[in-house]
């Protein structure tokens, strides 16, 4: 497998529960509307007064896991944090081999910039204006990624373009380091520095066969 986001990948390789609780409260809406009257940083400090360790690791952008680490803690009294830290202990049934590709941080965020500047020229304003025309709101899931929400605010007037791109491209950033310090957090990690390999794709292919099939001859297992 390759590819996928933190959470997919420990739902693959341990037996993590990600079940959310039932909320008859009412919490949950109440949250939201919150965030709504006042903002997402307003919410976010909320999370950081009562789980600074999660409030470090979910972006307050991320309104949707923000309420979840709230909703959590009320209902349960328990931090989501403690929660996952507790399921990330848990042990691979698999014989697992984990790898995640690394690179030079300036040459990581060069690549990240210049990706922004190809969505741009690919038509992204287009892309989201078309959306919007068709009923897409900023309140649907798939409208908060990066780069979609963004190019809301631009179309509705509240940024310039120029701001528009500059926050998509600081927050892909953002994103990039938050990804990188969850993987190092994982077990059984191996982390490969692309530069040390040339950036060549087949010496870093070579390198994870010899080390996978030299692994599993160590164990005994052909």
């Known amino acids: 497998m390759t590819g996928g986001t933190g959470f997919y990948i420990q739902a693959l390789a341990y037996d993590i529960d990600f079940t959310e609780n039932e909320d008859h409260s009412g919490l949950r ?10 903002g997402e940083a307003f919410l976010h ?14 972006h307050a952008n991320n309104a949707k896991r923000v309420i979840r680490a709230i909703e959590y803690y009320r209902l349960t009294g328990e931090k989501i944090s403690e929660h996952n830290k507790r ?16 690179r030079d941080r300036k040459t990581l965020y060069e690549r990240i910039d210049q990706r922004v500047d190809i969505m741009m020229e690919q038509g992204l304003p ?27 605010d631009y179309l509705d007037g ?4 120029e701001e528009a791109v500059y926050i998509i491209k600081r927050d892909t950033r953002h994103f990039a380091k938050r990804q ?27 390198w994870i066969c010899n080390d996978y099939f030299g692994g599993r001859n160590e164990h005994g297992t052909e």
């Open 87 to 102: 399921e990330r202990e848990k042990q691979s049934p698999y014989d697992l081999y984990y790898y995640v590709l690394n």
């Open 180 to 206: 990188l310090t969850w993987f190092k957090r994982e077990k059984e990690v191996r982390f490969i520095e692309i530069e040390q390999f040339g950036a060549d794709q087949k010496k870093i292919l070579n």
């Open 45 to 58: 400090q909320m999370l950081a007064e009562i789980d600074p360790e999660s409030a470090e690791a979910i």
């Open 126 to 152: 287009d892309e989201v204006n078309r959306l919007k025309a068709m009923g897409c709101t900023r309140d649907m899931v798939a409208m908060q990624g990066l780069g979609y929400k963004e190019m809301l």
């Open 158 to 161: 509240k940024i310039s373009l």
């Open 29 to 38: 809406a109440e949250l939201e509307q919150l965030a709504e009257e006042k």
